[in-house]
């Protein structure tokens, strides 16, 4: 069978890359160390990491570390760029999601809900079969696009997690 993209978030990679739990974190920070721990039981992902997330990760690493750490993550994923195709479908799904006239969205800035809406779009556009997030606006966001891909916390990706009776239709971009 072969692997199918599982976009990370941001809010995962960073537990990962952390050595100890944020205070209040835990249950977090143990569920991203146990996926990348168990990522060779993963048959049905490859991990993928769109740039908008990868720019998130970096911005909260020390600059001594940038280099490092995104020479890292392009050896452990698949860097999904956002190009053109990428913006476009974005566009789609902003005017859909932050049509809004309050300057939140749940507990996102409409900055906030763009950056979510660009990783989600890179997801879609790359193909990826899931999007790997502990944010829940990315959950309120995704359930107000059409979209064909899981979204959810590592636990959901992980071997004992998945069913595989259940199988998503087709990706596909959305139309105006």
């Known amino acids: 069978m072969a692997k199918k993209l599982l976009a990370l978030d941001s809010s995962v990679v960073l537990h990962w890359l952390v050595n100890k739990a944020p205070k209040g974190q835990e249950a977090r920070w143990?569920?991203?160390?146990?996926l990348f721990k168990r990522a060779s039981e993963l048959e049905q992902w490859e991990f993928?990491?769109?740039t908008n997330a990868l720019a998130e990760v970096l911005a909260g690493v020390p600059m001594n570390m940038q280099a490092g750490v995104g020479d890292l993550l392009k050896g452990w994923c698949i860097l999904l760029n956002f190009d053109a195709q990428a913006a476009h479908i974005a566009a789609r799904f902003a005017r859909r999601a932050i049509r809004s006239r309050t300057k939140t969205i749940g507990a996102?800035?409409?900055q906030q809900v763009k950056v979510d809406v660009e990783i989600?779009?890179?997801a879609v556009r790359h193909g990826c079969g899931g999007?790997?997030?502990?944010d829940g606006d990315h959950h309120r966001i995704a359930s107000r696009i059409e979209h064909q891909?899981?979204?959810g916390p590592p636990t959901m990706f992980m071997p004992a997690q998945l069913d595989y009776t259940k199988s998503s239709k087709p990706l596909a971009?959305?139309?105006?």
């Open 30 to 34: 143990d569920e991203a160390q146990e």
């Open 48 to 50: 993928a990491l769109p």
């Open 108 to 110: 996102s800035t409409k």
């Open 120 to 122: 989600i779009a890179s």
């Open 131 to 134: 999007l790997c997030v502990f």
């Open 149 to 151: 891909m899981l979204v």
């Open 173 to 176: 971009a959305p139309t105006s």
